[in-house]
């Protein structure tokens, strides 16, 4: 069992064999939703692969249970994903992905191994054409904000299960149908010899090339600093108002090259 106290700011343990957690005393008790192939097949590279039967789990909202009123209160929720060291065939491990309606931003947090979130805007137009796109390289304990107007998915670069925390506005539900009619998003990520190759998705008509960033190590902003889990922002959740007024802020300071 590993203990994510210090990296997720909640009393929880992580058994790596069963890919699972488990909630200590004064915490909320949950059962994951948990992601299968058969839900993924038109969001993977190749619609044949079989296995992985069981892809990710998702946890959602887990706080101590004495801030629930607070949370409440400012229209957040607070999530843990693990997403298991697999391949889909020759691509790598990723979430479905999704947009937001309206121009709702998350925020996520690297708990346990290491993470690539690819982000993605459209034409408003024509949803064929990508304006841009991001993949952003994160590792234990740096955060990710998922930009306003971009749909995003995670994918597992390390050989160990990738964890991830966040916080998102409770607001909305996320919108999987785009990513399901595009087959994915607009690159994917094979595995070829110890590296990554990205291969532009052919359903689009126009696909920019990728700018690859890592996150700003302090984002004043927002409250947030590389190592100190953003569980701990529940002391003033004002840090995180980008997350419901999201046009009330700017985002140029969140990445790096
Ligand atoms: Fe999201």
Redesign the pocket.
């Known amino acids: 069992m590993i203990d994510l106290i210090n990296f997720v700011g909640l009393d929880i343990k992580f058994d790596e064999n069963k890919c699972s957690l488990s909630f200590n005393e004064g915490v909320t008790e949950r059962e994951p939703a948990v992601r299968t192939i058969e839900q993924m097949k038109e969001v993977l590279a190749d619609e044949s692969v079989s296995g992985p039967e069981e892809l990710y789990y998702m946890y959602r909202n887990i706080h101590a249970i004495k801030d629930d009123a607070v949370i409440k209160q400012h229209k957040l929720r607070f999530d843990i994903t693990i997403i298991k060291p697999d391949m889909l065939g020759n691509e790598l491990m990723k979430t479905a992905g999704?947009y937001?309606p309206k121009s709702y931003p998350?925020l996520y947090e690297v708990v346990y191994g290491e993470a690539l979130c690819l982000q993605q805007r459209y034409n408003k137009n024509d949803f064929r054409k990508i304006e841009e796109v991001i993949v952003v390289r994160a590792k234990q304990g740096q955060k990710i904000v998922?930009l306003p107007h971009f749909g995003?998915i995670l994918i597992n670069s390390g050989n160990k299960p990738l964890i991830t925390s966040n916080w998102?506005s409770s607001e909305f539900s996320?919108e999987y149908d785009l990513y399901k009619e595009s087959k994915g998003a607009a690159y994917y990520a094979f595995s070829k010899d110890k590296n990554i190759e990205w291969s532009k998705n052919n359903f689009f008509t126009q696909v920019p090339d990728i700018a690859f960033l890592v996150p700003n190590d302090e984002i004043r902003e927002f409250g947030l600093k590389t190592g100190v889990p953003m569980y701990s922002l529940i002391k003033d959740l004002k840090n995180i108002d980008f997350l419901n007024n999201p046009d009330k802020y700017r985002y140029n300071n969140v990445f790096k090259k």
């Open positions: 999704h937001h998350e998922c995003h998102v996320s």
